[in-house]
């Protein structure tokens, strides 16, 4: 009995004492590195972007891709959908989707985002960068365009031309074939304008 009473009271006193010691050592600082009981979680060893390593023979931490590796998304199983080109490399006349109306409402919904700032929300290339720069940009409406073909007009969306960069990056290929259905959305419900005004000069974008 007396040694349990004694057990009691030990306890007792060590839980007094624990609750004391964390309390004055709770908000105090310390030099020294704090404990981490599961470390791997904050100093994992790993090579850091353009980081040197001995390990590869080439001496870089960084892997190229492995050849054939596609990323997710850009699998090209349809070279003419993907690249406005048939399999003999010629830039397709029409355009491999099919246009409805859905397509055409999200064509005009890009091009006003993305082409009416350079080329004029009608393609008549009376825009806002033209009034206020100064810049000359194409007339999408002149006969030259009208007599090309889809894939021409995809690839230039594509890769650019002049002073238009590329929109690759910006507009999804579903997205750059719905564009180039409204452009020519546009030229039907226009007039070719007269070839002195229709001429690009070189420093136009297409």
Known sequence: MRLSAL???????????????????????????????????????KAQAQEASAFF????????PVEGTVARGSLVDDPGLATGRDTGGELVAASPLPVDQ???????????????????????????????????T???LQE???????GYLFDVVTH??????SYAYQIPVRDRWAIVAHVRELQA???APTPALAQPSTEEAP
């Open 57 to 64: 023979a080439d001496g870089a931490a960084m892997r190229p």
């Open 160 to 165: 650019g031309f002049g002073l238009m960069p």
């Open 7 to 45: 057990a009691l009271c030990l306890a007792a006193a060590g839980a007094v004492l624990s609750a004391g010691l964390t309390g004055c050592t709770r908000g105090s600082t310390s030099k020294r590195p704090p404990v981490h009981l599961n470390p791997n979680m904050d100093d994992q060893p």
């Open 144 to 150: 030259r365009l009208r007599a090309a073909g889809d």
């Open 102 to 136: 859905a397509a055409l409402a999200r064509g005009a919904e890009r091009y006003a985002i993305y082409c009416s700032p350079c080329h004029g929300a009608t393609g008549d290339g009376q825009s806002m960068l033209r009034e206020r720069a100064g810049v000359n």
């Open 189 to 191: 419900a226009a007039p």
């Open 138 to 140: 194409a007339n999408l």
